[in-house]
């Protein structure tokens, strides 16, 4: 099973930007469709985007379309979450997933992250 670290976490004010990066190991990465979820305080964690094995049919929740972009390079084994305008509604603990479905990526990823805060100051 895959295992996944994130990083690039950090406390910004609202309107700049930040990449989360997320380093795979212990599994094959360029089979896995990768995700991002976030979880706010008291709150449940929901999706955020997800792409592909290819690097294709980027997906994305409608609170971060337009702001958010998800990447991945297979050949560093890593995948990115650029995020843009950043608001104070997107302060959560982001996690990154894989799963090698793409159709469960973003519903029961098998593989987790430990998490990496982003709080955005107003």
């Known amino acids: 099973q895959v295992q996944l670290v994130e990083s690039g976490g950090g406390v910004v004010q609202a309107g700049a930007s930040l990449r989360l990066s997320c380093a795979a190991s212990?599994?094959?990465?360029?089979?896995?469709?990768m995700g991002w979820f976030r979880q706010a305080p008291g709150k449940e964690r929901e999706f955020v985007a997800a792409?592909?094995?290819?690097?294709?049919?980027?997906d994305y929740a409608d609170s971060v379309k337009g702001r958010f972009t998800i990447s991945r390079d297979n050949a560093k084994n890593t995948v990115y979450l650029q995020m843009n305008s950043l608001k104070p509604e997107d302060t959560a603990v982001y996690y990154c997933?894989?799963?090698?479905?793409?159709?469960?990526?973003?519903?029961?990823?098998?593989?987790w992250g430990q998490g990496t805060q982003v709080t955005v100051s107003s």
């Open positions: 792409i592909t094995w290819s690097g294709g049919s980027p």
């Open positions: 997933a894989a799963d090698p479905s793409r159709l469960r990526i973003k519903l029961d990823p098998s593989s």
């Open positions: 212990k599994g094959t990465f360029s089979i896995y469709a």
